[in-house]
């Protein structure tokens, strides 16, 4: 009869396969991964520690650590990662909600009274994770939110739902603010464009390259075409003393500060992140 071992063991065991594949937080990823299998939260496992595993439960653990070596990110695997304190849905066609976008909420809740109202749009919206906060963080606030991607759209959807905003966000998909009249209409846009530059493709972590929508992901060469398309098209629909804030990549501050002026928008200034790279442009317009 074969020797059962325990979950600390198998824990163990997972952790030095995800070493040797060059898995950042290995001990981390290996107490994740078990949580889903058994369907817990990662601070359970240590009442289970002693315990062995069912079949069942042990070959579905299998089954996730072989994809995470495979650099499957973690979040497709889970199906989740927490954003502003909140749990979103991650699924393969929308891009994994960053810590350094939560920096667009911050300031939002700096610049914006607490009964800001809108008319407000999330440009490039994903999964939805800055619409639906948004949403959340500003009750009265009337959020919409746009994507080029339908299979994109269809997980913001899920995540509107989740947290119960989905009657109060419209989603529709289209390129950029192309569909929308060239008029001032809005008190509030947010963006997250794609700005790696094509060229770091070869160089990037298989994680994100070879797994994350590249839609969502690169700007051409240089990193910046979309930002140069989307610019224009703000400047043209913010109303006067309304809010802009964008994301951009790290060291493209000036360039894109230089975009935004030529656009037309104003008072436009370049804001770090929590790790302090310049990570937000925030604008507006006269």
């Known amino acids: 009869m074969p020797t059962m071992i325990t979950l600390k063991e198998q824990l163990l065991d997972i952790r030095r396969r995800l070493d040797r594949a060059g898995i950042d937080d290995a001990r981390l990823v290996a107490e ?3 949580a889903h299998a058994l369907g817990c939260e990662r601070g359970d496992l240590l009442g289970r520690a002693g315990q062995s595993l069912d079949g069942p439960t042990s070959r579905k653990l299998e089954e996730l650590v072989a994809r995470r070596l495979k650099h499957e990110p973690l979040e497709y695997i889970t199906g989740w990662r927490e954003f502003y304190g909140r749990r979103f849905i991650c699924e393969p066609e929308a891009l994994i909600p960053r810590p350094e976008t939560e920096g667009i909420i911050d300031q939002c809740r700096k610049r914006l009274p607490p009964d800001f109202a809108g008319p407000a749009i999330d440009l490039g919206t994903g999964a939805g994770s800055l619409a639906v906060t948004l949403a959340l963080e500003f009750s009265r606030l009337k959020m919409m939110a746009a994507d080029i991607s339908l299979g994109a759209l269809r997980v913001a959807r899920k995540n509107a739902a989740k947290h119960g905003v989905a009657g109060r966000l419209p989603l529709f998909c289209g390129d950029w603010l192309s569909a929308i009249a060239p008029r001032p209409c809005f008190r509030l846009i947010v963006a997250n464009p794609p700005y790696v530059d094509t060229g770091y493709a070869p160089i990037m972590h298989p994680e994100v390259r070879d797994f994350e929508p ?3 992901l690169f700007g051409g060469a ?15 629909r913010l109303m006067p ?5 964008q994301e951009f990549a790290a060291g493209h501050g000036d360039e894109v500060l230089e975009l935004a002026r030529q656009a037309g928008l104003t008072q436009c200034e370049v804001l770090p992140d929590f790790a302090g790279i310049e990570r937000t442009l925030v604008a507006g317009i006269h």
């Open 222 to 236: 240089g990193g910046l075409d979309q930002i140069r398309l989307l610019l224009p098209q703000v400047a043209r």
């Open 214 to 216: 590249h839609v969502a």
């Open 241 to 245: 003393g309304g809010l802009y804030m």
């Open 32 to 34: 994740l991964l078990a």
